[in-house]
């Protein structure tokens, strides 16, 4: 079975800072696929950036990156220059390899980005 | 382009009534899914549905909630009899499938209380 956790309940940082959450996975697929989500205070879920278990690169969408470290399952979420926006709750999640494989989320973390 | 609708966005149910929520995925995608979200235990999934097929029927939510793909521009989530500890809200959410699995659009959700 999958797992997914978040052990980070909130993060509070400055804004123009940089924000680092982690999140550890179990799975026994040895082809994978692991998200990021953000929730906003209006309840709106977006996608917000993936990792394939086979590239080896950390992906990066603006400025949002990951930190994949495979050897220890996990999947850490980087938000540089951060601002009162990224104001949210950040979930986890990841999906096995085999078609029709669900998503599982982690608990989320929630971040507060301060003036 | 329209994204995932979800009507009704509130219902309000009294204990042992039948409610039934609607989803309407983004045009063309084949993934249906649905979620429960709660502060404690986070998003749960309920159903999942691949080209209309149900791959994932949520386990311990199978005796009183039933999710059903009408065709695959529709699908309803029936909760019968609802409880109070059903309530929640309840996404649903799409992706084109295949490599884009997990990548999900989310609707605004439908809040269910259950007195």
């Known amino acids: 079975a999958q797992k997914v956790t978040q052990t980070q309940t909130s993060i509070s940082v400055v804004e123009k800072t940089t924000v680092t959450m982690d999140c550890v996975y179990e799975?026994?697929?040895?082809?994978?696929?692991l998200f990021w989500y953000k929730q906003t205070a209006s309840g709106e879920i977006v996608f917000l950036i993936r990792?394939?278990?086979?590239?080896?690169e950390n992906a990066t969408v603006g400025h949002y990156s990951l930190n994949f470290q495979k050897p220890k399952s996990s999947i850490g979420l980087i938000i540089t220059a951060t601002q009162i926006e990224d104001s949210a709750v950040y979930f986890c999640?990841?999906?096995?390899?085999?078609?029709?494989?669900?998503?599982?989320f982690g608990i989320g973390t929630r971040v507060l980005v301060r003036p | 382009d329209a994204g995932v609708t979800q009507t009704p966005r509130h219902e309000v149910a009294e204990k042992g009534q039948t409610i039934i929520l609607k989803c309407e995925p983004v045009?063309?995608?084949?993934?249906l899914f649905w979620y429960r979200q709660t502060k404690i235990q986070g998003l749960e999934l309920l159903s999942y549905?691949?080209?209309?097929?149900?791959?994932?029927d949520g386990g311990a939510f199978k005796d009183r909630f039933k999710a059903e793909m009408l065709n695959s521009s529709f699908s309803t989530l029936k909760i019968q009899p609802t409880e109070p500890k059903d309530s929640a809200v309840y996404l649903c959410?799409?992706?084109?499938?295949?490599?884009?699995?997990?990548?999900?659009?989310f609707g605004e959700g439908s809040k269910l209380t259950v007195l």
């Open positions: 990792q394939d278990s086979y590239k080896k």
């Open positions: 045009s063309g995608h084949n993934d």
């Open positions: 999640a990841m999906r096995g390899g085999g078609a029709g494989n669900k998503l599982t």
């Open positions: 549905f691949r080209s209309k097929s149900l791959m994932e």
């Open positions: 959410a799409s992706s084109l499938g295949g490599t884009n699995t997990g990548q999900l659009y």
């Open positions: 799975t026994r697929d040895s082809s994978y696929f």
